[in-house]
């Protein structure tokens, strides 16, 4: 705005210095966040909608400020992401997030599996690939188990990088999904060049799947697609027994949402666990 000459100085109002004073201060708690141990994860149930047996865990970042209290990621994230920082952010919540998925499996025997969310910064950084390979190693787990979570934004500028690290993961068979389908105005042909092995619908379609009959007709085509190009489903934000039944129906694999469970901590995930999944 400066560049913009004298009226834009007249526009800058006291309000905004204390919004970027205060965007400032952020900032630099963020970079001493990791550092002062202040982030957590959080982990919510998807499960499979036909028999409601656990499938897998997302993991769902948390950062607990002294100051601030508990900040939540659309808070923080595009903070992280401007400033770099979401790439040693990003390999920490790997790093945690496989080493909880390794401890439930000696919890359980059971192979469940962990979703993790990549931003776009982090998913070009050169270090990403070998960052999850170091993850799954230090924590000896089976690549098949962790779910890297993608947004479709992320495929909207359809580069050769993007593509090139997409086949890489799959070759190393992680898997991949597609985070918040249908929000996000890309040509759906990509689901076809790309290696994805499923697609989460974003719940803004599954929160009124009841009342608006267009809503239904979408999540219906949406399954009915993924399953022809022989990808999983999954319904983010199912809150209601009737939204349950209306995915059974329509054949929907997997669901995620308060109606199963809120994201919880490592504690009481694990006692999730033991309580519904022995
Ligand atoms: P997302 O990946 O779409 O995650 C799902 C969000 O929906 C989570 O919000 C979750 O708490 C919330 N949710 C789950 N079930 C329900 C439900 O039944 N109803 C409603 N209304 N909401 C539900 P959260 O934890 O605040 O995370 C927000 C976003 O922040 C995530 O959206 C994801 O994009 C980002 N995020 C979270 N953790 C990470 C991370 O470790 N790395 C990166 N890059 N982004 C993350
Ligand atoms: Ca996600
Ligand atoms: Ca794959
Ligand atoms: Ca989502």
Same mark, same amino acid.
């Given at each position: 705005a400066k560049h913009q000459g004298k009226s834009s100085y007249a526009h800058f109002t006291p309000e905004m210095s204390e919004v970027s004073h205060e965007r400032l201060q952020m900032e630099s708690r963020l970079r001493r966040a990791l550092e002062l141990k202040e982030f957590e994860l959080y982990f919510q149930p998807i499960v499979? $909608? !036909?028999? %409601?047996? &656990? @499938?897998a865990a997302e993991a769902l970042l948390r950062w607990n400020n002294p100051v601030m209290g508990m900040v939540m990621p659309d808070r923080f994230i595009p903070l992280a992401e401007e400033t770099g920082l979401i790439i040693s952010i990003g390999e920490w919540v790997l790093e945690q997030a496989c080493s909880a998925a390794s401890g439930w499996k000696e919890q359980t025997g059971l192979d469940i599996g962990i979703s993790v969310n990549v931003s776009p910064r982090q998913f070009r950084d050169p270090g990403f690939i070998s960052a999850v390979a170091r993850a799954l190693s230090n924590n000896n &787990? !089976? +690549?098949? @188990?962790l779910e890297l979570e993608i947004t479709e934004r992320l495929l909207l500028d359809n580069s050769i990088e993007t593509a090139q690290i997409l086949k890489e993961l799959d070759r190393k068979k992680v898997r991949l999904s597609v985070d918040d389908? %249908? $929000? %996000?105005?890309?040509? &759906?042909?990509y689901l076809k060049s790309y290696p994805f092995d499923s697609l989460k619908i974003d719940r803004t379609f599954i929160n009124d799947v009841l009342k608006e009959p267009e809503d239904a007709s979408l999540v219906r085509a949406i399954i009915n697609m993924a399953h022809s190009l022989e990808l999983t489903v999954v319904a983010e934000g199912v809150e209601s027994e009737p939204q349950t039944r209306f995915l059974k129906k329509e054949g929907c694999d997997y669901s995620q949402g308060y109606f199963y469970s @809120? +994201? &919880? +901590?490592a504690e009481e995930f694990s006692e999730w666990l033991r309580t519904n999944h022995r």
């Open positions: 499979d $909608t !036909a028999s %409601g047996k &656990l @499938r &787990l !089976a +690549p098949e @188990r389908f %249908g $929000t %996000g105005y890309s040509a &759906l042909s @809120r +994201p &919880l +901590p």
